[in-house]
């Protein structure tokens, strides 16, 4: 019994679904902005905001996982935007610490100066950064931060959607193999199957390509024209991502031989001219498919592991075991979803389908959703790490909605395997229903079988005369074709009209559409900064303090100090009116543990919009009376989510910065 799936009107179908695939990966990608990376910086020193006595001889960046730097990876800029560095950077990690300093010029003078620094993360992505310290005192600078963050622009853009394109790839190759060596062997003669696979084997490769030309501008310049720089590729291929890409490729090239054989030799014993097989044929189509299942699983296994040895399994805890876990992941990833599109491209444009064919894909998915599950929990718990980092990460909340997705994806696929259960019933149906014809037919051919072929003989002769002619061969040839033809047309009709096939079309086509979309949300995964690092990077520069509410009237906070040195101890007040974007009037009290007003030598404090990358905005409060700092005309640009810094100076040598997050209205 097979299930016949219609030529006419299945073409839009399928260009629909793969245009939805790229509008929505490019969606999905320019949604994501730039890619944020595994490692963080975590602390410096000076840190930022920090007012120093006299020039430090080195600048020191901290972070949280591996990185690789260049030469020109840490720049210092003077108010002047002239190098205060000596451009030579050293490595000063130690233990489980991740450092590199840069040394500085001597004689410095004093102001206010710009430390810019780019790296590439263990993970592939890229990351940049910048912040301020002053020398003796703050002043203006006309040093000017690079706009554009690493991994941002039209490269990251471009980037990001070829890194999209590449898992798509990946999918369609592996899963429309796995699909017809594992469920469907006789789909390996079906043309519209065959060009799914090579289409995801030319989608893979082109995707490749780009990834390894755009890689040293993403990395470094962000300019496009780079991409064909000779020098950077080099630079590039020496990485561990580039080698990884490269031996994608290689990979590829193995991968092009085993579609060469599973299209021509298998599809071949798969289906013999003759209609028949004797032993030793079927042995050989037995050890050729062996032979293809293990050599697909290696070469499958080993792509996979292209992308576990360069992204975020590669780095983090337990490295051994998560590289492993993740090309599980991504091996289970495609057999579901390459396997569904598979099915789906014969659902709508192959001739026939065994029902038998649809059974054993419904238990590859179940056995490949169960391999998702569990090395997708596991995954989570390495990336995510808390029940916080779960909701208050944008790596957590994606997960969340990738989570919700596969949710969705196996309640479609709960009812597409109701429809494959009705379909057996059918079939079984069918089947009796067939023998039992075929016996009545069978008696009948019997008895008029020298009836069947005088009326034969009489259709191949003309009589002429007293001349018996033969008619034309051709014209024979065609009726017959015409006659097989409109039977062909007519079961068709008949199957079509099965609501059970209907049905499966339908929700088999809503799976593929659901899975489009997860896989948007898995590359901007991929991409996404992960949950764990996330909360340490917070916790590292303070992120993680106390919102103070955002308020109707001026916004009034009290914050304690402590500088270490004597009387270094207080609180220190501060007020803002009207608590406004525009201008505002700020006053400031430092209080010493009694209570009492505290006369210290400096007061500072600077705002920061982390969200939209503004600041930070200085601002030099004049001493107005013991222990009271007062400032006109704080402008504060836009409302938001602002970082306040509140650095207070003792002695000539003791201060220290306290920090609070204040909204802004």
Known sequence: MTATAPRFGSAPLVRLLLVATVLLGTVFTVLSGTASAHAALTGSTPEDGAVVATAPKDISLTF???????????????????????GKIRDLSSGGTVAYGIGLHAGLPDGTYIVAWQAVSADSHPISGAFTFSIGAPSKTTAAVPGQEAGGGLVGTLYDI???????????LIGGAAFILGCWPRGASVRPLQRLVVQGWLTLTAATLVLLLLRSPYTGSGKLGDAFDLGGLQDVLAT????????????????????????????????????????EQNKERKDLAFGLAVGGAVVAAGIAG??????????????????????????????????????????????????????????????????????????????????SALWGTSYGQLLLVKVGLVAVLVGIAWFS???????????????EAEAGAGAEAGAEAATGSETGEETETAAATTVVGDRTVVADSERATQLARQRAALATARQKRIRDADPGRIGLRRSVLAEAGVAVVLLAVTTVLTSTEPGRTAEQEAGATGGTA????????????????????????????????PGRSGANAMHIYVDGPDGQPLDVPEVKAAFTLTAQKIGPLPIVPEHFAPGHWSADAVQIPMPGEWQLQLTIRTSDIDQTTVDKNVKIG
Request: hydrophobic letters at 45%; charged letters at 20%.
């Open 417 to 431: 395997r109701r429809w494959t259960g009705r379909l057996e019933q059918r079939a079984e149906a069918e089947a």
């Open 64 to 86: 949280s996982e591996q990185i690789a730097m260049g030469d020109n990876s840490i720049r210092v800029l003077d108010p002047d935007n002239k190098r205060a560095d000596t």
């Open 306 to 387: 292209t992308w576990a040895l360069a992204e975020h399994a590669s780095t983090g805890i337990q490295t051994g075991l998560a590289m492993p876990v993740d090309v599980l992941h991504l091996l289970a990833v495609a057999t579901w979803l390459g396997g569904l599109t598979a099915l789906l491209v014969a659902l709508y444009r192959a001739p026939s389908l065994d029902n038998a064919a649809v059974r054993r894909f419904s238990r590859v998915a179940f056995v490949s959703v169960v391999v998702l599950a569990a090395t997708g929990l596991y995954q989570s718990w390495r990336q995510v790490g808390s029940w």
């Open 162 to 172: 070829a890194r999209y394109i590449s898992y798509a790839g990946f999918i369609l």
């Open 546 to 577: 106390a919102t103070a509410p955002a308020t109707e009237g001026p916004l009034a906070l009290t914050l304690p100090f402590d500088t270490g040195g004597e009387n270094g101890k207080g609180t220190v007040r501060l007020t803002l009116d």
């Open 240 to 279: 561990k991502t580039g080698a990884a890409l490269v031996s994608r490729l290689l990979l590829l090239g193995a991968a092009a031989l085993f579609v060469a054989v599973l299209f021509g030799a298998y599809a071949k014993r798969e289906t013999p001219q003759d209609g028949e097989e004797n032993e």
